[in-house]
């Protein structure tokens, strides 16, 4: 029932930056959590940061931890991922995903990553000179 949809991706130099949007639509409840995601061609989906309006505390995967920041909007009903300082291997399609169930990023049973049930279609970011 929750509708994402990403946008903001495109091609990109090394060291360049990018903001991701990903509108969201259909909560029926009042929290959530949306982590971005992101495939490399030819890779296995990654998480790459979380948030919740239910806490206060983000979530990084390790190799963007520092480069880029997740943010919310909630009068435009979207969470953004800022990316800078980009790298080649930050080329793939990036996602965002909801999870409403248990809200929080992570908690008892929950990482960051698990449980998400509502995808967009992604984005595509490609990284190269």
């Known amino acids: 029932q929750v509708q994402l949809v990403e946008s903001g991706g495109g091609l990109v130099q090394p060291g360049g930056s990018r903001r991701l949007s990903c509108a969201a639509s259909g909560f029926t409840g009042n929290y959530y959590a949306i982590t971005w995601f992101r495939q490399a061609p030819g890779q296995e989906r990654e998480g790459v940061s979380c948030i919740s309006n239910a806490e206060p505390t983000t979530y990084y995967s390790d190799s963007v931890k520092g480069r880029f920041t997740i943010s919310r909007d909630d009068d435009k009903n979207t969470v953004y991922l800022e990316m800078n300082s980009l790298k080649p291997e930050d080329t793939g399609f990036y996602y965002c995903?909801?999870?409403?169930?248990?809200?929080?990023?992570?908690?008892?049973?929950?990482?960051?990553?698990?449980?998400?049930?509502?995808w967009g279609q992604g984005t595509q970011v490609i990284v190269s000179p």
């Open positions: 995903a909801a999870r409403t169930t248990y809200y929080y990023c992570k908690g008892p049973g929950f990482t960051w990553t698990s449980g998400f049930g509502s």
